[in-house]
């Protein structure tokens, strides 16, 4: 029987599904700064939202903190103790000074910012099945798995939202994942190894953090990309592994019309290269996991 949550009560029906909270966002004594990663970014994006009139505040779905008790239906109690330890979250967090400060200080201004984010990507998850779509503004901690963070990325927020969506929506039972990030998504990928019920696509520079190989037998969908992508390459890359994901649903199961549409589309997705490599159907059946429509977007951590 699942725990009581609070992440899955009703939303107010004039709110936009667009989570957000003030609290995702990490500012303490400048230690944010001494790392790459912008820890205010979400902030600065429903900011400018605002300034440019597309969102105001009672439109926002406000996030709510994820409990020890939601962590826990995916995390092991062995980990959320490690992260007891200020040492472990400067590990995690790649800021070695936050290894001086008081747990209390590092759980207030750095674990509970991120484990706000963590509640609104399940938020997000329960908000797309009952609008179609949903956007959690923070989240994406795509490295960190059940027994591990790592990249920033504290809390597997991926991973709970769809174990979350597995465990209480009926009609729910395969989810994919699409990680555009510039890392490989070694977290999730970890976590789902062995889960045939998640399809896992993954675009990413070969060359970079995290080099996970054994998570990349996850990897249902792998686009590796070169140094010095452009955009028009980039998009062309993506599109292709979208359609390979989804076309064989349509030419198995759908109508003439959307068999029409998927034929179509593989068309303008040739694009052969000097290797001669060209668009083929896929090789194996992605279809069952393109049943769930409903989708939620995060901008991804790092």
Not at 153 to 160: E, N, P
Request: negative net charge.
């Amino acid at each position: 029987m699942p725990h009581r949550t609070e992440l899955y009560e009703d939303a107010p029906s004039a709110c936009w599904p667009i989570v957000y909270s003030p609290d995702y966002n990490i500012t303490f004594m400048g230690l944010e700064k001494l790392h790459p990663f912008d820890a205010g970014k979400w902030g600065k994006v429903i900011n400018f939202l605002k300034e440019e009139k597309l969102i105001a505040d009672d439109l926002i779905v406000q996030a709510r903190e994820a409990t020890d008790e939601d962590l826990l239906v995916v995390h092991t109690r062995r980990y959320l103790n490690k992260l007891k330890w200020s040492f472990v979250v400067a590990t995690i967090t790649e800021i070695p000074p936050v290894a001086f400060l008081p747990n209390f200080v590092v759980q207030r201004k750095v674990l509970k910012p991120l484990r706000t984010q963590t509640g609104g990507t399940i938020m997000a998850g329960k908000l797309a099945v009952d609008r179609g779509w949903a956007i959690n503004v923070g989240g994406g901690f795509h490295h960190c798995s059940s027994d591990k963070g790592g990249g920033f990325c504290a809390y597997a927020d991926i991973t709970l939202a769809i174990k979350f969506l597995f465990e209480r929506v009926q009609g729910v039972s395969k989810a994919t994942i699409i990680d555009l990030d510039a890392h490989q998504g070694n977290g999730h990928e970890r976590d789902f190894m062995d889960d045939h019920r998640v399809y896992i696509m993954d675009v990413y520079n070969r060359y970079i953090y995290p080099g996970d190989g054994f998570a990349k037998r996850a990897i249902k969908r792998r686009v590796e990309l070169e140094w010095g992508t452009e955009d028009t390459e980039y998009l062309q890359k993506v599109l292709k592994a979208v359609l390979r994901m989804t076309c064989g649903h349509l030419l198995a199961e759908g109508n003439c019309e959307e068999r029409r549409s998927c034929v179509q589309g593989c068309q303008k997705a040739q694009n052969p290269n000097p290797d001669g490599d060209v668009w083929r159907l896929p090789e194996e059946d992605s279809a069952d996991y393109c049943r769930f429509h409903p989708q939620f977007a995060q901008p991804g951590a790092y």
